[in-house]
T-cell receptor
Framework: DVKVTQSSRYLVKRTGEKVFLECVQDMDHENMFWYRQDPGLGLRLIYF???????EKGDIPEGYSVSREKKERFSLILESASTNQTSMYLC???????????FGSGTRLTVV | EDQVTQSPEALRLQEGESSSLNCSYTVSGLRGLFWYRQDPGKGPEFLFT???AGEEKEKERLKATLTKKESFLHITAPKPEDSATYLCAVQALRNAGNMLTFGGGTRLMVKP
């Protein structure tokens, strides 16, 4: 089974801090995605990557950046955390030739 | 723009009371429609992929169907362990990044 592992289940950070959310997948998938999930708003795509060092903006990239230096790892960076970035963050991966995503367990980030 | 609307937002059932969840979608060329189950505090878990109108798939008490405008997730004789949020998502043919567009979800609560 594909495993997508997010490094932290819960994080509490202060406003203005730089925050790194890490995601690792173990099935050599080309495509990786970062979503945030908020009540009433559903899942919204922040960034995705279809290859190492490649990245594309999703629907809500403002305030975020990403890094993909290795195929298995996709990092989401909050350059200066703000309270409106308090949310559940979900990482997903997808292989070429398949259509569905495999999700990680999520990181619940609280910015105080 | 691809759109996915799920109804109802929340559904309360007694154990054994069968019902259906609706997913209406607008997409210019459907590559696939996906159903996921999400338990509180966890990432979505893949259930089904449907590719063309008329297709049906089953798994235990769940059956997913697809028409040209909507999909239904039928739950037969549900049990309390079926309580979760059910997410629907679509993938468009023209979508080079193969991203999924998600609906807002239906929160299902099954009481014993």
């Amino acid at each position: 089974d594909v495993k997508v592992t997010q490094s932290s289940r819960y994080l509490v950070k202060r406003t203005g801090e730089k925050v790194f959310l890490e995601c690792v997948q173990d099935m050599d998938h080309e495509n990786m995605f970062w979503y945030r999930q908020d009540p009433g708003l559903g899942l919204r795509l922040i960034y995705f990557s279809y290859d190492v060092k490649m990245k594309e903006k999703g629907d809500i990239p403002e305030g975020y950046s990403v890094s993909r230096e290795k195929k298995e790892r996709f990092s989401l960076i909050l350059e200066s955390a703000s309270t409106n970035q308090t949310s559940m963050y979900l990482c997903a991966s997808r292989g070429q030739g398949s259509y569905g995503y495999t999700f990680g367990s999520g990181t619940r980030l609280t910015v105080v | 723009e691809d759109q996915v609307t799920q109804s109802p937002e929340a559904l309360r059932l007694q154990e054994g009371e069968s019902s259906s969840l609706n997913c209406s979608y607008t997409v210019s060329g459907l590559r696939g429609l996906f159903w996921y189950r999400q338990d509180p505090g966890k990432g979505p878990e893949f259930l089904f992929t449907l590719y063309s109108a008329g297709e049906e798939k089953e798994k235990e008490r769940l059956k997913a169907t697809l028409t040209k405008k909507e999909s239904f997730l039928h739950i037969t004789a549900p049990k309390p362990e079926d309580s979760a949020t059910y997410l629907c998502a679509v993938q468009a043919l023209r979508n080079a990044g193969n991203m999924l567009t998600f609906g807002g979800g239906t929160r299902l609560m099954v009481k014993p």
